[in-house]
Nanobody, 114 residues
Framework: QVRLVESGGGLVQSGGSLRLSCAAS????????MGWYRQAPGKQRELVAN???????NYADSVKGRFTISRDNTKNTVYLQMNNLKPEDTAVYYC????????WGQGTQVTVSS
């Protein structure tokens, strides 16, 4: 079993920054990808950013240029640096780790006030 522990959410004003962290532990043999998704009230969960095992990254168009995903392989930890936050970034952010299965964190709330 894989356990994901997220941290770093909170309340911030528009234009501010937050950094999310997600540490994976447990029976991890091979991680194919780590990433962040978000779900706003009344909306579907969407990909924010992910990083593949080879190091390539993918971002939602809405966060390109503002968010940066990175990974520390020695700690099985993925980070999401979020700059220039906007009210529309308000959502619950979920960490995701893909091995032969998909694992999800419990979610962390990010609220951006205008």
């Amino acid at each position: 079993q894989v356990r994901l522990v997220e941290s770093g959410g909170g309340l911030v004003q528009s234009g501010g920054s937050l950094r999310l962290s997600c540490a994976a532990s447990g029976m991890i043999f091979s991680i194919n990808a780590m990433g962040w998704y978000r779900q706003a009230p009344g909306k579907q969960r969407e990909l924010v950013a992910n990083i593949i095992s080879g190091g390539s990254t993918n971002y939602a168009d809405s966060v390109k240029g503002r968010f940066t995903i990175s990974r520390d392989n020695t700690k099985n930890t993925v980070y999401l640096q979020m700059n220039n936050l906007k009210p529309e970034d308000t959502a619950v952010y979920y960490c995701n780790v893909m091995t032969i299965r998909s694992f999800w964190g419990q979610g962390t709330q990010v609220t951006v006030s205008s």
